[in-house]
């Protein structure tokens, strides 16, 4: 079994390419999508954790399925404000929209 290390490593590395992407990229499916990730990035480190220091216990696990469930339900919300946003202004790049303003 690998130590942990290295699932640290990989959870860290994750996030920071979630990051890299809600940063950097203007199109709100890709910024959805790098959230998406730094959320299993924490997953796998919540995992990672309980496995290494609470060998029989499952917390670890039942935090990550309550990510998990928040994180369906913040994308069938995002994806259907996307959706709406996308009928109305035909972009769904976030320089091009200014919703807010009437």
């Known amino acids: 079994m690998a130590p942990l290390s290295l699932y640290i490593m990989l959870s860290t590395i994750l996030f920071f390419i979630g990051l890299t992407g809600v940063l950097v990229r203007r199109n ?28 029989d216990s499952n917390d670890g696990m039942i935090f990550s399925f309550l990510i998990i469930a928040i994180a369906a339900a913040e994308v069938a ?19 091009d929209l200014n919703v807010m303003k009437h």
């Open 28 to 55: 709100i499916i890709i910024m959805m999508v790098s959230i998406e990730i730094m959320l299993n990035a924490s997953n796998l480190a919540l995992v990672a954790f309980n496995r290494f220091r609470f060998y």
């Open 77 to 95: 919300v995002g994806l259907a404000i996307v959706i709406a946003i996308y009928r109305k202004k035909k972009t769904v790049m976030i320089q």
